[in-house]
């Protein structure tokens, strides 16, 4: 993960709030932000049923500010991209990552549409509205396309997600909650035509944590009934959830409901602890939503699922499932966690 807690540079724009966003130009990179990612995550199964997740997220970093761009040799930004796959029924999970500069075609990404890359790792989306995302490293490659079945949602309000009290600690983010996913997948030289659900999205800003937050439990789940859920709970040092944590609800109809820190409750029911770097995770939540009497419990598919990456960064991104009642029916899904700031001074690389 990229991120900052400084104040903002005054040269690089801060999200504010009335942005109101414009497609296909806010598919693509915004370059007069410090900040930037494209995510993509999934659950994934071949024809005999056995299960896989994936992750690819690009990120880009301005390093300067105006952009001048007077020579192919100008490095301007600098470019992230973390690949990830979970074989479930395998109970195994390989991560790569890699870090460019974006001279000369290494690495890059359009302002007019969302097309990026970082190397041969690539994100794009097509004329008729579908993504292809692709990685391949050390005998895992992933190539899929990905067809919307929701439109973009804008998440937070007016425009903007807060994180954290600080005016300038907030990002624009829109979400594609629910892509159907079909490609193939190779571990190992054996190759597995696979499909399932995907989830994509896209963040960007100068400053986007508070200073007092050591990082965030995220979660992307996708529930059988048609609705897709976004929590973002932001930690104070001491573990309780500021007051700017929120999160979304993308009803089966696509009607969007914004949810308050008031509006949830996210319980740890048990951990685990890395034995790459002694980092200790919570490992299932109980997740209640009182409005809509909504509970769910949300477990990890695979343990271990953490990412350690280039950029001396470590954290928990992972494919779970999910079961609960909604207003007393069952309910099934699955789901992506993302749990940043556990492993002691992972961030200090990006800070």
Not at 3 to 20: I, L, M, N
Not at 109 to 119: F, I, K, N, Q
Not at 162 to 167: I, M, S
Request: aromatic share 10%; with cysteine; glycine share 10%.
């Amino acid at each position: 993960m990229l991120q900052t807690t400084a104040a903002a540079s005054t040269d690089w724009e801060v999200a504010q709030p009335g942005y109101r966003y414009t497609f296909p130009a806010d598919y693509g990179s915004h370059e007069r932000y410090r900040h930037e990612w494209w995510y993509y995550s999934g659950n994934l199964r071949n024809g005999a049923g056995r299960r896989f997740g994936f992750e690819l997220t690009i990120f880009r970093y301005g390093v300067e500010h105006p952009i001048a761009h007077a020579s192919a040799w100008d490095i301007d930004d600098l470019y992230s991209a973390h690949f990830a796959v979970s074989d479930v029924d395998g109970r195994s999970f390989r991560s790569f990552s890699r870090t460019e500069r974006a001279a000369l075609g290494i690495a890059g990404a359009s302002p007019a549409d969302e097309r990026a890359h970082v190397g041969d790792w690539s994100i794009e989306r097509r004329p008729d509205g579908s993504r292809m995302v692709a990685a391949q490293a050390d005998g895992v490659s992933l190539r899929l396309e990905l067809v919307p079945e929701k439109p973009p949602i804008a998440q937070g309000i007016d425009g903007i997600i807060q994180k954290g009290a600080c005016a300038a600690c907030t990002t624009h983010y829109y979400s594609v909650t629910r892509l159907h996913a079909a490609g193939a997948l190779v571990l190992d030289g054996r190759r597995y035509d696979v499909e399932g659900a995907a989830w994509n999205d896209h963040e960007w800003g100068s400053v986007v944590l508070d200073p007092r937050s050591p990082g965030w439990d995220w979660f992307a789940m996708q529930l059988d009934d048609g609705r897709d859920v976004m929590l973002y709970r932001l930690r104070r040092p001491d573990g309780s959830t500021l007051a700017q944590s929120s999160g979304t609800i993308d009803g089966a109809d696509s009607i969007r409901t914004f949810l308050s820190r008031a509006d949830f409750r996210v319980s740890a029911l048990s951990t685990w602890t890395s034995p790459h770097d002694g980092a200790r995770y919570p490992s299932a939540w109980n997740i209640e939503l009182p409005a809509t009497r909504t509970q769910l419990d949300v477990r990890p598919l695979i343990e271990d699922q953490e990412l350690i990456t280039d950029q001396g960064v470590a954290y928990w991104e992972g494919a779970c499932t999910i079961r609960g009642t909604v207003a007393g029916k069952a309910v099934t899904g699955v789901g992506y966690t993302e749990l940043t700031g556990y492993a002691p001074g992972s961030m200090d690389a990006v800070r």
